[in-house]
């Protein structure tokens, strides 16, 4: 299963809103995750299951979609928002964990 | 507080070994899945490897499929990943992570993720 990230690179205003989108090449159901992940450091989990947001992570990032189609947005971006984002997908069997290409989120 | 902390990358030669261990804390290491995942600018994130919390089932990614071990240690809440004949192609970043496996309604599905995850090891692998 190829999971495809658009687009690429995305520039926003703080303050605005964005949103990000993954294409699973097959259904995936709703096993979906996005992780943040800032320069020099691990990823954090934000979403799980599609659409529930991972401990601590601020009311303002949302995620949505199943089968093949997934966003997640983020209602007014913080400047501490600006980061790559990646969906990721779980298959059972075969066993396979595949993560998206990523998005930059950079300030316009 | 759940801390997971690589250790033993470096600098290797095509065909070379090096074992990377990642030493956990804050949790009940032997109750959850442990993967490996890598990192690198042309691929993103790969999945590597991952091994049950009794260390009896593993399973791999085809790349690293019979060059790559992965073991566990619950006396001493370690996870290894024991990387052989290695080629350019493994030069990565290698990132040790939970998985958590949460029930979730209203259908009861079961949703697999990586809710912590190491600050990585950088394996470089060049002549």
């Known amino acids: 299963i190829l999971m495809t990230q658009s687009p690429p690179t995305l520039s926003v205003s703080p303050g605005d809103r964005a949103t990000l989108s993954c294409r699973a090449s097959q259904s995936v159901g709703n096993n979906v995750a996005w992780y943040q992940q800032k320069p020099g450091q691990a990823p954090r989990l934000l979403i799980y299951?599609?659409?529930t947001r991972a401990t601590d992570v601020p009311a303002r990032f949302s995620g949505g979609g199943s089968g093949t189609e997934f966003t997640l947005t983020i209602s007014s971006l913080q400047s501490e928002d600006f980061a790559v984002y990646y969906c990721q997908q779980y298959n059972n069997w075969p066993f396979m964990y595949t993560f998206g290409q990523g998005t930059k989120l950079e300030i316009k | 507080e759940v801390q997971l902390v690589e250790s033993g990358g470096g600098l290797v030669q095509p065909g070379g070994s090096l074992r990377l261990s990642c030493a956990t804390s804050g949790f009940t290491f032997s109750s959850f899945w442990m993967h490996w995942v890598r990192q690198d600018p042309e691929k993103g994130l790969v999945w590597v490897s991952r091994i049950n919390g009794d260390g009896t089932s593993t399973n791999f990614a085809d790349s690293v499929k019979g060059r790559f071990t992965i073991s566990r240690d619950n006396a001493k809440n370690t996870l290894y990943l024991q990387m052989n004949s290695l080629s350019v192609d493994d030069t990565a970043m290698y990132f040790c992570?939970?998985?958590?496996?949460?029930?979730?309604?209203?259908?009861?599905?079961?949703?697999?993720?990586?809710?912590?995850w190491g600050q990585g090891a950088l394996v470089t692998v060049s002549s």
């Open positions: 992570a939970r998985e958590r496996i949460v029930v979730s309604p209203p259908d009861a599905r079961l949703d697999y993720f990586f809710d912590h």
């Open positions: 299951g599609a659409s």
